[in-house]
């Protein structure tokens, strides 16, 4: 059975960080596109970056480019480092494992398909 469980996410003022956490198990970890998607209250969920199977490349939505950082370790655990944070940046976030393309594709991976597990999700709030 393959959990993605995430963590860290909490409440920040505007311009602090935050970093969230996924731990899967179940899944051929080192083998899967990993992504974060998010959503805020009353919108569509959106993507937020996506790294490679083996964490030597990352893509990111333009909205949070520079300011996260998406990696991952060989213990099944990807993680999203967020800095200088905005109320905007106000959403549930999701891990997600993308089950239809290893290869990391901006094209594909951004778009929110092909992901086929995706866990519980953690709520992020920026006040301020």
């Known amino acids: 059975q393959v959990r993605l469980v995430e963590s860290g996410g909490g409440l920040v003022q505007a311009g602090g960080s935050l970093s969230l956490s996924c731990a899967a198990s179940?899944?051929?970890?080192?083998?899967?596109?990993m992504a974060w998607f998010r959503q805020a209250p009353g919108k569509d969920r959106e993507f937020v970056a996506a790294i490679s199977d083996i964490g030597d490349r990352t893509i990111y939505a333009h909205s949070v480019e520079g300011r996260f950082t998406a990696s991952r370790d060989d213990k099944n655990t990807v993680y999203l480092r967020m800095t200088t944070l905005k109320p905007e940046d106000t959403a549930v976030y999701y891990c997600?494992?993308?089950?239809?393309?290893?290869?990391?594709?901006?094209?594909?991976?951004?778009?929110?398909?092909?992901?086929?597990?995706w866990g519980q999700g953690t709520r992020v709030t920026v006040s301020s």
């Open positions: 179940g899944l051929a970890f080192s083998s899967y596109v």
């Open positions: 997600a494992a993308c089950t239809t393309l290893q290869y990391l594709t901006a094209s594909y991976h951004s778009s929110g398909g092909g992901y086929g597990y």
